[in-house]
C-alpha cells in the first residue's frame, strides 16, 4: 500500500523524535553542565511533600544565560547555581574589562 502523504509520515517522525528528546529532560538536572540543580519545586512535585522557596527564586538569569538552555529543556528543567554564579561572573568580567577599556 502506498503513503498517500509522504509529509505526514514526516511529520509523525519529527513529531516521534521531539517526544524522546523530552522525555530525555531530566527536570533533576541542570541542563548545561547535567549536574543537579537541586530544584525545590522539583523536589517538591516528585515527593509530595512542601518545600522552602527554591533557590532560583532569589536570583535572576540572563537572556545570555536562558539562552544556552537548550530548546527541549526550557521550562523543563531548571539551571543549577553553579552555571549561574559562572554565568554572573562571566558577566561581570566583561563589565569590568569593557569599563577599563581593555580588548
Do not use: H, I, Y
Not at 538569569?61 to 538552555?69: G, P
Request: charged residues 20%; aromatic residues 2%; hydrophobic residues 40%.
Amino acid at each position: 500500500m502506498r503513503d498517500t502523504a509522504p509529509g505526514a509520515a514526516k511529520a509523525l517522525g519529527a513529531e516521534l523524535a521531539q517526544d524522546a528528546v523530552l522525555a530525555a529532560v531530566d527536570p533533576t538536572r541542570c541542563p548545561l553542565c547535567g549536574g543537579p540543580n537541586t530544584c525545590a519545586m522539583e523536589t517538591a512535585r516528585a515527593t509530595g511533600q512542601p518545600q522552602p522557596p527554591c533557590w532560583c527564586t532569589q536570583v535572576s538569569f540572563s537572556a545570555e544565560l536562558l539562552a544556552r538552555v537548550p530548546a527541549a529543556a526550557r521550562n523543563k528543567a531548571c539551571v543549577c547555581a553553579r552555571c549561574a554564579a559562572a554565568e554572573n561572573t562571566r558577566a561581570m568580567q566583561s563589565v569590568t574589562t569593557r569599563a577599563r577599556g581593555d580588548r
